[in-house]
Nanobody, 128 residues
Framework: QVQLVESGGGLVRPGGSLRLSCAAS????????MSWVRQAPGKGLEWVSD????????YYADSVQGRFTISRDNAKNTLYLQMNSLTPEHTAVYYC?????????????????????WGQGTQVTVSS
């Protein structure tokens, strides 16, 4: 079955960096769009970033553009999210997810039903 396992979260000071990883198995990872989404305490699902199957096209929410970089290693079936210049507003549980469509943006990534699978999430806390 499809399995997505995130890692790399933790506590970081404002201005710091983290690199999240997501190990994928049970499906043809290299042939699929992948997403990162997040959920802050008391808030809904927020789209963060998408990447196409080959990794040549990437998409970002305005709130993370220029700070976050999505990438993938299809040989390792692994998705990444490099997060730089973190602020407390980035505190959330981050999930990697397999979207149901290749239409990108918050409108198409705002519900769990917009994904066929997601991981258990990894907590990112930005605090001094």
């Amino acid at each position: 079955q499809v399995q997505l396992v995130e890692s790399g979260g933790g506590l970081v000071r404002p201005g710091g960096s983290l690199r999240l990883s997501c190990a994928a198995s049970g499906f043809a990872f290299s042939k699929n769009f992948m997403s990162w989404v997040r959920q802050a305490p008391g808030k809904g699902l927020e789209w963060v970033s998408d990447i196409n199957s080959g990794g040549g096209s990437t998409y970002y929410a305005d709130s993370v553009q220029g700070r976050f970089t999505i990438s993938r290693d299809n040989a390792k079936n692994t998705l990444y999210l490099q997060m730089n210049s973190l602020t407390p507003e980035h505190t959330a549980v981050y999930y990697c997810a397999h979207p149901t469509s290749q239409r990108v943006g918050q409108a198409f990534r705002s519900r769990w039903a917009d994904f066929t699978a997601w991981g258990q999430g990894t907590q990112v806390t930005v605090s001094s």
